[in-house]
């Protein structure tokens, strides 16, 4: 595993690289309460490099500073797509592109697809709504997304349950939702959102 120092806007971001093959290039953020060793995160990266994925796992530069509380959804995506666009110009994107991220990362990466040329978006944990507050719905970022995408959800999961997340994509093509045990974050079984995360990407982006 290989750590890159990237430089951004609002500081330097690092990505630390899982290189699993040429099948195509897994850009994973993470979420507004923690780094890029939740073990959702290091589930997905383990499976899949080994269906054959280069992955780099994204570290925002407020957390490379050492920062607390993330900034305003502007500029994660202002950072995320200079990430993108630096490892696009290193050589370090092959194949196709697919982003993606837990919890606020999902939220970036799908407000930023189209700007990124990705060609999937893999969400785990999609912060539907605040607890308790579905009138606060950040549906309008899912159903923004035009290509295939795939929405890894905790059973008991308090920002949205699969069953919410899977109305608001009804109806919409290669949108898949995959609900697994447990809570917004996907602690209780991250083998299986690892195994949900590799099967989708086998399924609809086999190369």
């Given at each position: ?145 035009t290509v295939p995408v ?58």
């Amino acid at each position: 595993m290989t750590a890159l120092d990237i430089e951004t806007p609002h500081g330097p971001a690092r990505a630390h690289l899982t290189d699993g093959g040429s099948r195509g290039t897994l850009l994973l953020g993470h979420g507004a309460g923690g780094g890029v060793e939740s073990a959702d995160l290091l589930a997905v990266a383990r499976d899949a490099a080994e269906g054959g994925w280069r992955v780099l796992r994204v570290e925002q530069p407020w957390r490379v500073a050492g920062k607390r509380i993330a900034p305003a959804p502007a500029r994660l995506d202002e950072g995320w797509r200079a990430v993108v666009a630096h490892l696009s110009g290193t050589g370090h994107l092959t194949g196709a592109l697919v982003v993606g991220g837990r919890s606020a990362g999902a939220r970036v990466a799908c407000r930023t697809a189209a700007q990124v040329g990705a060609d999937g978006v893999l969400t785990l944990a999609f912060p539907l709504h605040p607890p308790g507050r579905p009138e606060k719905s950040r549906a309008a970022e899912l159903t923004s997304v035009t290509v295939p995408v795939v929405v890894v959800q905790g059973e008991t999961d308090a920002f949205g349950a699969p069953a919410a997340v899977a109305a608001v994509l009804t109806g919409r093509a290669h949108a898949s939702v995959y609900a697994v045990p447990g809570d917004h974050s996907l602690k209780k079984n991250p083998d299986l959102v690892g195994a949900a995360a590799a099967s989708w990407l086998a399924e609809v982006l086999p190369g």
